[in-house]
């Protein structure tokens, strides 16, 4: 019903608020149920929409009806458990309600002040999930350190970036502007967002070294040395690398512990991005992906990737807070507050690129809650179970092959009979909705990848999924 004043009334909001609950809890049982990867045209979803914009208010029920008739066709659905592609961006039930109240509380968290309860959370679900992922005890707030959390992996590498420029040139670009003697390393698989941090950081594109992999895609630490030295000689400063925990292409596992030994070396700032596999280390067996972490200056890893949090939530760790704050810093007098001016309190603003934040540790709070450390471990382990099936069920194969081994949740692998029949493989299922994988370049091969973690994935998805790719290779090879 619509009110004299035009707002949405209460009562309504009440009752639009159950159907929109039943709308969700009707997708998400029928999720199963639709094409995974969308199969409109570009333009499609568009063109069914009006051109202009109302001028009366609508209800409700129309844009609920609009919803399934002109959106739903242009969804690809992450939620679905056949969803293999690209990393999972899971959800949960317990972090869609804490996104409701986040959203019912609208509240602007940029400052203790503006929310101490959305700062306060935060800080404390940051310092649960170091305790929770056996990270180093200097990402706490207690200690020098801290998380917040951020929109993205991408918005915390740069962040990383930003601190450890404004160490190295003691706060200088910050106040005068960049040049262009500092340079940062990371692998050649390393993330698209290394790249981009470097190129709108001021540091350059040209200044990012890419250091050459191992046969198992891992960064090879003498090379990287031997670049530092090299452009040290050439009177460049080297001041930042970009270990990763977990590569986007095959799950690689840089080798933290040495590249850390090389930072401190050199004495340049070191920065783990585990977006994807960082929440593997929930389960202490997996914890060997952590080795060196303790000797890193930041990391980073994404609970709306493989932590049933839905997007977006990112969790960032520094070991020293006030190398992040000097580097992000400013006070004008509209925000300044008695708490602010005393130093008694986090304004997390300071912490990140934008100035306003939303009340993202509600939902992590949530989800933590709900699940406990066991049961968000048994989902772990069972994502990696079967993922570690498939892998048995590819060796096993006289049609496929392993690109590379991989003891988590992503699986690289190909058709025996080269990048072609790979690829047309690879479209066909694609194109059948009943699964959606992606694929990447590995030494120029093309590679499937079969990424395992979407909340409700189990054991008979992935075997519909193998059951597919068989029947589809040998019709392809027929
Ligand atoms: C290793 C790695 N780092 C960073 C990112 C970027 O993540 P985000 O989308 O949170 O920026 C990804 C995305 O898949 C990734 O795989």
Request: negative net charge; proline residues 4%.
């Amino acid at each position: 019903m619509m009110n004299d004043d035009y707002h949405m009334d209460l009562e309504s909001f009440r009752k639009n608020g159950y159907k929109a609950i039943d709308w969700i809890v009707d997708y998400l049982e029928s999720v199963d149920d639709y094409p995974v990867l969308s199969e409109v045209s570009p333009g499609e979803i568009r063109n069914t929409l009006p051109e202009k914009a109302p001028l009366d208010g609508e209800t409700f029920d129309a844009m609920l009806k609009d919803v399934n008739e002109l959106i739903m066709p242009g969804i690809t659905h992450w939620q679905s458990p056949s969803f293999f592609a690209y990393f999972p961006a899971n959800s949960s039930p317990p972090s869609l309600l804490g996104e409701l109240i986040s959203s019912g509380l609208s509240v602007q968290g940029m400052s203790w002040i503006t929310s101490p309860s959305c700062t306060e959370l935060e800080t404390h679900v940051m310092d649960w999930l170091v305790d929770m992922l056996g990270l180093p005890i200097k990402f706490c707030s207690a200690d020098q350190g801290g998380g917040v959390i951020q929109h993205s992996a991408s918005d915390s590498t740069l962040c990383a970036l930003l601190a450890a420029r404004e160490r190295v040139s003691d706060v200088s670009i910050n106040e005068r502007g960049a040049n262009r003697q500092l340079t940062a390393y990371a692998s050649t698989q390393a993330h698209s967002s290394i790249e981009k941090s470097c190129m709108i950081s001021g540091i350059g594109r040209d200044q990012l070294r890419l250091i050459k992999v191992d046969e198992k895609f891992s960064m090879d630490p003498y090379a990287l040395e031997s670049q530092i030295i090299e452009d040290k000689g050439k009177g460049l400063t080297p001041f930042f690398i970009c270990g990763c925990v977990g590569t986007t292409s095959t799950l690689a596992m840089d080798p933290i512990e040495a590249i850390a030994d090389i930072a401190k070396k050199y004495d340049l700032w070191l920065h783990v991005d585990a977006a994807m596999a960082g929440t593997a280390s929930i389960c202490p067996e997996f914890r060997f992906i952590n080795h060196g972490v303790g000797k890193a200056d930041s990391y980073t890893f994404n609970p709306h990737k493989w932590l049933f949090t839905n997007f977006d939530c990112n969790a960032f760790f520094v070991s020293d807070r006030s190398a992040l704050i000097k580097a992000l810093s400013v006070l004008p007098e509209y925000l300044k507050n008695k708490a602010s001016m005393e130093d008694d309190v986090i304004d997390y603003r300071d912490w990140h690129i934008p100035l306003g934040r939303r009340f993202r540790a509600l939902k992590l709070w949530f989800v933590i809650r709900h699940y406990g450390i066991k049961g968000l471990q048994h989902h772990i382990r069972k994502h990696v179970e079967i993922a570690q099936k498939f892998k048995q069920w590819v060796i096993a194969s006289d049609d496929f092959e392993l690109a590379v081994d991989s003891q988590l949740n992503l699986i690289c692998f190909s058709h025996k009979n080269g990048d072609e029949i790979t690829q047309r493989i690879l479209e066909l299922i694609n194109s059948s909705g009943e699964v959606y994988l992606s694929h990447t370049k590995l030494n120029e091969r093309f590679v499937i990848r079969m990424s395992i973690g979407q909340t409700h994935t189990e054991m008979k998805h992935v075997e519909k999924a193998w059951l597919l790719l068989n029947r589809v290779a040998s019709e392809v090879n027929s």
